[in-house]
């Protein structure tokens, strides 16, 4: 399934602001977080890795793919981004992808890339949740973009798609979003710095059933 002009809206940016997504159970969500980070001046909450699975802590895989280094692919159904790497090997980090309705696929490009960007909820997703503000400042600790934003465009248009932080690390791993890739902080910051302006993306719907095959080989699937 490519991405469509109904796609694009129905995603809109892709982040809620937290108080229209869940809490983890029992109020735990102080466990998620440990110390602080300053980054370009601004200090935030640094995740507490200790409380997040091994499986999603960014790390170096082996990887088989026809893609060149440099490459981003994502694999929705089990939750991995990885950037292609020489030698068959690629960097796999953790994320959060679109609910049930605001899940897409097919090929984009980074062409704008934000450092605590600000974030303005579309129309659509306030019609949704009127009690959403009418945006955030980039660097508010209410701002669901998090440390970074990567913009996602296809034929130059913008596709309302995003790679960014979160202020919800419990939902890596999960379907929270509608439509965009969120991130750990600290791997947001970490991708950024390694996706040039026109850095290629790849959202496979195959790669997902491929992953789950060999998900006790040491080895990805090959794309």
């Not at 694009?8 to 937290?18: K, M, S, T």
């Not at 981004?81 to 984009?108: D, Q």
Request: hydrophobic letters at 35%.
């Amino acid at each position: 399934m490519l991405l469509t002009r109904r796609d694009f809206v129905a995603g809109g940016v892709g982040a809620v602001a937290a108080l229209a997504m869940g809490q983890p159970a029992s109020g735990a969500a102080a466990d998620y977080f440990k110390g602080t980070i300053t980054d370009n001046g601004i200090t935030f909450r640094a995740t507490n890795f200790a409380k997040i699975p091994q499986k999603w802590h960014r790390q170096v895989v082996k990887f088989k793919s026809s893609e060149p280094p440099g490459t981003v692919v994502v694999d929705t159904r089990n939750h991995f981004l990885y950037v292609i790497m020489e030698n068959k090997t690629a960097i796999r980090y953790g994320v959060g992808v679109g609910k049930e309705g605001f899940k897409w696929y097919g090929r984009s490009t980074i062409d704008r890339k934000q450092i605590w960007p600000r974030w303005t909820p579309p129309p659509e997703m306030r019609k949704r949740h009127p009690e959403l503000p009418e945006y955030v400042e980039g660097g508010s600790p209410k701002n669901p973009l998090g440390p970074r934003a990567m913009y996602l465009h296809r034929d130059g248009a913008d596709t309302g798609y995003r790679f960014h932080g979160t202020i919800q690390p419990w939902t890596i791993g999960t379907d929270a979003s509608s439509g965009c890739i969120r991130m750990f902080n600290e791997d947001a910051i970490d991708l950024y710095q390694r996706c040039p302006i026109g850095t290629a993306v790849q959202v496979l719907p195959h790669l997902a059933e491929q992953a789950e095959r060999s998900i006790a080989k040491p080895e990805e699937p090959d794309i």
